[in-house]
Structure formats: C-alpha cells, structure tokens
C-alpha cells in the first residue's frame, strides 16, 4: 500500500477497451526517475535534456528489455503540471492487454496504482483546482445533456470559485469592521457605519439567496429529477416512458394492469434529467401480485420529486382517476411538482381539463410524437433561464447546496444580532458564514469530504 503524495503513482487515464490510442499517467517526484527504467527516447537523450511540455518518440520496454510498443511521451515538470508534480504520460497504441504491460512495467520500475481521482486530488491539494472546480472535471465526465456539459465547463473556468470568492471578502470585511469596533471603541477606526454593515449584508444575502436558488436547476441538470409517472392501470403510462426514454423500455398492450412492479430509467427531457419511475395502475385488486405493485406505486408518489399523473381522456373519469387525483392533490400540498397529463388526445375526449383546476396540465398523445411538449413542460418546471447563455452561477450538488445554506442562515442571523444582541454576537455568525462559504470550495473541508468526493472519479482521473 502506499501513503497518499509520498509515492510516485501511475494509472491508464483512458477507458479500458480497444482503440487507437491510450494514455498512461505518472505523476509524482519519482517520475522521471521511474519512467527512465522502461521508457527510452529515440533521441537517446536522458529526461534531464529534455526541454519541459515537450513531445518524444520512445521505446517503451518490459523489465527484461522486450519491446512492448512505440510510444509517444509527454514530460512536464512540477509546478506546471495538472497535478503539480512532475508528471509523464505514455500515448501507446490502444489495446486492453498491451497498456496493461506497460503499466505493469511503470509498476516494476517503481511506481504503486493510482486510487480513484487521485491525479485529481493531487492536482487539488496543489491549489491547481478548487474543491468546485474539481467537481467539474467529474461533471464533464458524466454529462448527459449539453446543458450539464456547459455547467461542469463553467465550473471548471472558475465561475463559481470567483463568486464564493467575492462573498467570502465581502463577509471577512463586515467581520474585520465590527472587530474594529469591539476592540478599539474610543478609535475612529471603523471604515462602515452601522447602516453601511447592514446594506453590506443584504447584498451578501441576496447574492447567497441566488445562489441557493439555482440549485433547482442544477440538480435537474446534473443529478436528475426523481419522477414518477402515475394513474389508474391502461391511461399510457407505459407509452409515456417509451416516449420519454425514446425506446420500447416496457411493455404496452391493451390490458389492464400490464406493469406489475416499478421500471426505473434514466432519460433526457431537454435540459432536464430525469430519474423516471414507472409505476403499477392504481386500483382495488384481488390480485396479490398486483396489490403489491399498487403499494410499491404509492410509495414511489410519496419518495419522488416530480409526478407525472396520467389520466385517459378517451374514458369517463371514474372513482379510480378520483383516487389518483386525491393522491397527487395530497402531494402537491407537502411541496411535489405535479403535472396532470391528459393522454389519448387522438380520440374522443369524454371529460376536459376543469376538472383538474389549480393544477398544470398538459393534452398530449402519447403514441404520437409529443415528447417536445412534455419536456419543455417539464424543463419550464425546473430550469430557469437560459443555461447556455446566462453565465450565472449554478450550484450542481448537494454538498454545495448544503454550504451556501449555511452561510445564509448565519448572515441572516448576524445582521438581526447587529440590531439586537450587540457586535459580539454578529462577529460570531459572521465568522460561521466565512467557515461555511469556505466549506464550498475547499478552503476549510474535512479530509472525509474531500475523500468521499474524489472517490466517485474513475482511477486514472
């Protein structure tokens, strides 16, 4: 096993399978010590002569001096490198078995297996990135849709470091004033009247509360909505997850009752992600397979986020529609975004949409190509503004959602301590907002979170 930044680490940085061409990386003080064992220019030059964010023609060799392949070799020295280090990569031809060979021969020479992120970390700890921008380079991995692409590329540019960083200062100078004050009375030393900390403040707040809000579409973006598509059984549930997945991902007949348990699928609705559950037809059955999926409906309304509520307008609105709208009624009350969808349009509608008032609702036929409309339904629910434009800073997770909440709450508390409770009192809260906003970028993080954020990258990343 090896301690994390004292050992020289390698791993392949591009995806196992064939193809033309794969990449190895070395990265640590170590490395061109390591890499000389295996690695020999055509130059015949030592790495020592050979100039910094250069490209060579090399040999590459096992152990007993077998040539493995022909590769192209990049060096860059420490400090300018991605992780900081002194950092070799290996661009060799791309196959599974021979970049396993060379890695083993980096491993022989000296090197030990990189850990998931951990060029990333490294890079990190070298204040190459921040904590949110290394997030991005997670993002940019994983995105699914140009607008979580733009996102994670926005983040990565620095945007929302930039923005922690400006209201980090703005914090700190209302808190260095009020100290001014506390310490040094009978000194002219403070630089903001009271009513100058308290416009100070508002801004800070609106700024967070901003931020805050953009969450919303962040998560939509980049986690995914939880959905659940619900109704009585035979209302086109099932073509509605067909339709939205844009693949025949569950069965559709004519009978009542078809979906027996919940399909989960992950599907693109415009600029929106949404984690989309399929669910039983809600109904009184004798059937205990069948009663078991209604259940497992019910529970999904209750842990979803979103609920897409379908009901066939080509049949008489019956009890079983008024149970489904009683539940979804009872989930918009505890906070769940509804979407009443009027399916079958292509028939003869035998009830409207009055009897859906208060709710957003949308007349679609599912068989037919409405997948547009459902989604800039959706998208008009939970992304605001334009993505691709607007430039904003956009919160794209949890743990960000989680420090920019905190900050909030404890300038909100310190300017109503300023009026209230005395100087004291305010420097404290405002203290805690500093922490908080330095939580979000990596300025104060514990080793947990740090390590449970680049455990999610793949290993070579």
Known sequence: MYTMFSDTIAAISTPRGK???????????????????????????SFAEIKANSVFLADVKTPEGKLLDESLITIFRAPRSYTGEDVVEISCHGGILLTQNILSAAFSAGAVQAGPGEFTRRAFSAGKLSLTEAESVIGMIDAKTNAA??????????????????????????????????????????????????????????????????????????????????GKPNTGKSTILN??????????TDIAGTTRDVIS???????????????????????????MGVERSRKEIESSELILAVFDTSRPFDEEDKEVL???????????????????????????????????VISISAKEDSKKALSDKIESKFISGDIENSGEEILTNARQYSAV????????????????????????????????ISELDGREVSVDVVDHIFHKFCVGK
Request: proline fraction near 1%; include cysteine.
């Open 405 to 436: 909440c905190d900050c909030l709450a404890c300038v909100i508390s310190a300017k109503y301590a300023l009026s209230s409770f005395g100087d004291d009192i305010a420097g404290t809260e405002l203290e805690r907002a500093a922490s908080a």
């Open 149 to 230: 692409l733009t996102l994670a590329q926005r983040g990565i540019s620095g945007s929302l470091r930039k923005k922690t960083e400006k209201i980090y200062t703005d914090i700190t100078s209302v808190i260095g004033n009020i100290y001014a004050i506390i310490d040094f009375p009978d000194e002219d030393l403070e630089q903001m009247t009271r009513l100058d900390m308290e416009n100070a403040m508002d801004s800070i707040i609106a700024e967070l509360d901003a931020l805050k809000s953009s969450y919303r579409t962040g998560r939509a973006v980049c986690e995914g909505i939880p959905t659940v598509i619900c």
């Open 19 to 45: 193809g033309g061409v794969a990449v190895i990386r070395i990265s640590g003080e170590d490395a061109f010590a390591i890499a000389e064992k295996f690695i020999f220019p055509k130059s015949k030059k």
């Open 326 to 360: 009683g539940l979804v009624k009872s989930a918009e009350e505890d906070g769940k975004t509804v979407i009443i969808v009027l399916n079958k349009q292509d028939k003869e509608k035998l009830f409207s949409e009055e009897l859906f008032g208060g709710f957003d």
């Open 243 to 252: 339709l939205l997945a844009e693949n025949e991902r569950a069965i559709v």
């Open 265 to 291: 699928e992950t599907v693109v609705c415009g600029s929106a992600l949404l984690r989309l559950s399929d669910t039983a037809g809600i109904r009184e059955s004798s059937d205990v397979v069948e009663q």
